[in-house]
């Protein structure tokens, strides 16, 4: 589905990114992990046109994304939930999710607002309040509900548990595990709590400094004990074997 | 037949109102304070003189050009200097500045076509009044009209485009969270475009409508500008209806204050009736900085129910 290739990328003449590949399929969890400020959420924005792209290629089923502007890599079925700034404070919820699916016609609007409060049944309740105005938990499920407003194959999650509290935590990580199982969705899931994400994740990439450093199955990643301990800040022998 | 002091003030207050449509239009949807925009109302002004003299006719019929061609302008403005300085990361302030050089350029462009019309074909180019040309209807003059019914037609538009309609929404959305809105599959730039096209539009008409009323030249509308940014403020530009509020208030107060005192002081006064909107304009950012159509009236109408002060903010 979306094929990363040699990709160096960054901001103007900031080069952040150096050489990342990454194969995200179709029912496929893969988690971007790394230290802070090692380029995970570059490496998102690069995938979805808000950053430059230096060399290498980004293919998404075949369609080559390199030259697309953000508002048309929305319409070909990947969706983005930024890390900052993930809802539109100054709109009501009801018209933050018609804005998510501001490329769908009125009847599929309509339907997929109903398929989103059916996922997000809290959603309800506060359709009519000003965005701004929920709290941090409410605020991400909106979030996350606008991901899946334009009906994606493919989300991109920067960062979605962060500030959430645990009980919060877990239906979320329900909600993204649902995603890829009941709907066939392929994720891919930047998060700093790398225990949590991994246990998830069908593959796991780990970047430092911009350098992608070890790719593959999560349980393999555990395995290294320098990797683990060094930058996931987990005691490697506590998890060897975990998703055995 | 209405009181004429009454007509002038609500004739007035009206004309502010359809000026500011724009300015707060923009600035709501783009969050870009345009400077310009005065220049884009003598624009409209300018057209209507212009048809009028060449091709004759009423006033009224050239206002649908004077919107297009005000519109197409402001366009130009954005694509040639926002849109660049946008990419660049340009502040809000760097923004304001720009739309103070575009005004300035526009401002010289203007006075150079008004000195062209008087030295070529000896029209009043640079003091105009085309009142003779108004209809009368009820004992009215036609501006009176026109102006009340435009301001409550743009309000209607703009209020029920920016609640109710999808490209309102995105409009709004864009000036919340432009990224957002990007990733979410809107064109900024096209909506961005669309903001300042009805913008320009709007004063277009509004200048159309201004030498109707009063004497217009090529600053007529840099003339009406701390006016206009001060209704805008007053009223609020987080409601489109803001800018009505605002109009009235300041239209109303501005031609009944300035009348009382002119009785009981003298025709002294007169010059510094500008003084009182600018007052008003410093009263609202004391006490209501969001502007009047911000105010928690319920809240203060409790308060005065119940008497004392609550500590909270208003």
């Known amino acids: 589905m979306l094929s990363v290739n040699n990709l160096n990328s960054g901001y103007g003449k900031l080069h952040v990114l150096f050489g990342i590949n990454l194969e995200c399929d179709k029912s496929e969890i893969v988690s971007i992990i790394g230290p802070n400020g090692s380029g995970k959420t570059t ?13 290498g290629s980004i293919t998404f089923n075949g369609l080559q994304l390199n030259d697309k502007l953000p508002h048309e890599i929305s319409k070909v079925g990947i969706s983005y939930l930024p890390q900052m700034n ?5 709109l009501s919820v009801k018209e933050n999710l018609k804005m998510a699916g501001y490329i769908l016609n009125a009847k599929e609007l309509k339907d997929t607002v109903d398929e989103v409060i059916s996922i997000f049944p809290v959603l309800k309740t506060f359709l009519s309040r000003k965005a701004g105005t929920l709290s ?10 606008m991901t899946l407003m334009r009906r994606p194959r493919l989300i991109m999650l920067d960062e979605p548990l962060a500030g959430l509290a645990p009980v919060i935590c877990q239906k979320l990580i329900e909600k993204i595990v649902h995603l890829r199982d009941k709907l066939g969705v392929g994720v891919i899931l930047v998060e700093q709590n790398a225990k949590k994400t991994l246990e998830i994740s069908d593959k796991a990439c ?3 400094s911009g350098r992608s450093i070890f790719s593959g199955k999560p349980d393999e990643l555990l395995e290294s004990e320098e990797l683990v301990e060094l930058y996931l800040g987990l005691k490697a022998k506590d998890h060897k074997g975990m998703f055995k | 037949m209405i009181d004429p002091i009454l007509m002038d003030a ?3 207050s009206s004309l502010l109102g359809i000026m500011t449509f724009g300015l707060t239009f923009v600035r709501r949807t783009t969050g870009v304070w345009n400077i310009a925009h005065a220049g884009l109302v003598t624009i409209g002004a300018y057209v209507v003189f212009t048809c009028v003299s060449f091709l004759g006719g009423n006033p009224y019929i050239y206002f649908l050009l004077a919107f297009i061609l005000s519109a197409v302008v ?12 946008r990419r660049r990361k340009a502040s809000t302030t760097m923004l304001l500045v720009s739309t103070l050089a575009f005004d300035l350029v526009m401002l010289s462009i203007l006075n150079i076509y008004a000195d062209y019309l008087q030295n070529m074909f000896s029209l009043p180019s640079k003091n105009f009044l085309l009142r003779k040309l108004d209809f009368i209807l009820f004992d009215e003059p036609g501006i009176f009209w026109v102006s009340l019914s435009f301001l409550m037609i743009f309000l209607v538009v703009l209020y029920v485009i920016l609640n109710y309609t999808k490209i309102g929404i995105a409009l709004r959305s864009c000036v919340c969270n432009p990224m957002l809105a990007s990733v979410s599959g809107i064109n900024v730039m096209h909506t961005n475009l669309l903001s300042w096209f009805i913008s320009g539009g709007l004063a277009g008409v509004a200048g159309g409508l201004l030498p109707l009323w009063m004497q217009g030249k090529p600053v007529v509308g840099d003339s009406l500008l701390a006016l206009m940014f001060c209704v805008s403020i ?8 803001g800018t009505v509020l605002g109009g009235f208030l300041v239209g109303f107060t501005q031609i009944l204050v300035t009348s009382a005192l002119s009785i009981v002081l003298g025709a002294a006064v007169i010059p510094y009736k500008t003084l009182i909107p600018m007052a008003i304009l410093v009263l609202t950012l004391l006490f209501a900085p969001s502007g009047i ?8 109408l409790t308060i005065v129910k119940f008497g004392g002060a609550s500590k909270r903010k208003i």
Do not use: C, H
Request: no cysteine; aromatic share 12%.
């Open chain 1, 43 to 55: 490496f998102l924005n690069t995938i979805f046109g808000l950053a430059d792209i230096f060399s």
């Open chain 1, 86 to 90: 993930s809802i539109f404070a100054d």
């Open chain 1, 136 to 145: 941090g938990g409410e605020r991400q499920m909106l979030a996350v509900a």
């Open chain 1, 206 to 208: 780990l970047i430092v």
């Open chain 2, 10 to 12: 609500m004739t007035y």
């Open chain 2, 74 to 85: 402001a366009v130009v403005e954005y694509l040639l200097i926002i849109e660049p300085l």
């Open chain 2, 234 to 241: 007053v009223g609020g530009v987080e409601e489109i209806y």
């Open chain 2, 293 to 300: 159509a911000k105010v928690n009236w319920k809240k203060i």
